[in-house]
């Protein structure tokens, strides 16, 4: 019989006590720095930006005069974007992920499918930019267009919608599907009416973050050819158009102090479209998370 030894519990209890205290100031210490800067960036933006931010800011166009420039023609261009990008990219990328966890079997050719498009979510912006530029601006001959731009911001972000979906609809117990199918529901009204709508907020959660970052690139803007400064409205998908990363991006590289300000005001802008895009996320997401 093995006697407890109290004194060796009592120093691997301390051990693991200390180790504890160490890990929890470690983490504490990297949550506390992050929040810093994000603290210590948000106040320069808004001390720098905020006085640029009035009605005339929204309606007028770029400038040479920074007391003049405004982000009408940047604020509609990235709505016109948004309004091809979710879609295309929603729709194929649901539909992609519905297939491959739904119907597609197991096997090594769609083993590899999955794992090439979970690697494709890290490839550079810039790589998509050229891919755009050789298919939808140059073969399909759509140009600088808004049509490119949201098809070339689709594939961009298409990757990480797949891979969020996934593994939402991988999330779904199997037990509501056979629930369904002893009801004599078919396949497709089983992922209709309960797969669907319960991975809903995991689809949408990884939807808006995409969108969110389509949003804010520059990068495969740049390689199309956008235009930074633009003094008409699009007036149609195939139309010229420039957005506000670009007009930001031009912004900023200007010598003049002022403009560096005027940036500023754009990015208060553009964070507050993001967060009105995450707050209707957050909205949908609880009300069928209360529901399932």
Do not use: C
Not at 182 to 189: I, R
Not at 211 to 226: D, H, M
Not at 236 to 250: C, K, V, W
């Amino acid at each position: 019989m093995r006697y407890i030894n109290h004194e060796e519990v009592a120093s691997k209890t301390k051990k693991r006590l200390t180790k504890n205290t160490i890990f929890k100031g470690v983490f504490a210490a990297a949550t506390t720095f992050g929040l810093i800067v994000l603290t210590i960036l948000l106040y320069r933006i808004i001390t720098q930006g905020s006085g640029y931010i009035s009605l005339d800011f929204f309606t007028s166009f770029a400038s040479r005069i920074p007391e003049n420039s405004g982000i009408k023609a940047a604020i509609a261009g990235s709505i016109y974007l948004m309004l091809v990008v979710a879609p295309v990219s929603m729709f194929l990328g649901v539909g992609t992920a519905i297939y491959l966890e739904e119907y597609a079997t197991k096997n090594r050719f769609n083993t590899f499918i999955k794992i090439n498009i979970s690697n494709l979510a890290g490839v550079p912006s810039v790589v998509f930019g050229l891919l755009g530029l050789t298919i939808f601006a140059r073969f399909f001959d759509l140009g600088i267009s808004i049509l490119a731009a949201g098809l070339t911001m689709s594939l961009l972000i298409l990757p990480i919608i797949i891979v969020a979906s996934q593994e939402a609809i991988r999330a779904v117990p199997n037990e509501l599907r056979e629930a369904s199918f002893a009801m004599g529901a078919t396949k497709w009204q089983t992922i209709l009416r309960v797969v669907l709508p319960a991975s809903i907020p995991g689809i949408l959660t990884g939807s808006i973050l995409a969108l969110s970052r389509a949003i804010g690139e520059t990068a495969p803007l740049v390689v199309l050819g956008i235009p930074t400064i633009l003094m008409f409205m699009p007036d149609g998908l195939l139309s010229t158009f420039t957005a506000l990363p670009m007009q930001i991006f031009d912004w900023t590289k200007r010598p003049q102090v002022e403009f560096h300000d005027v940036a500023a005001g754009g990015i208060i802008v553009l964070m507050a479209l993001l967060l009105f895009m995450n707050s209707i996320a957050v909205f949908i997401r609880n009300k069928y998370q209360n529901r399932y």
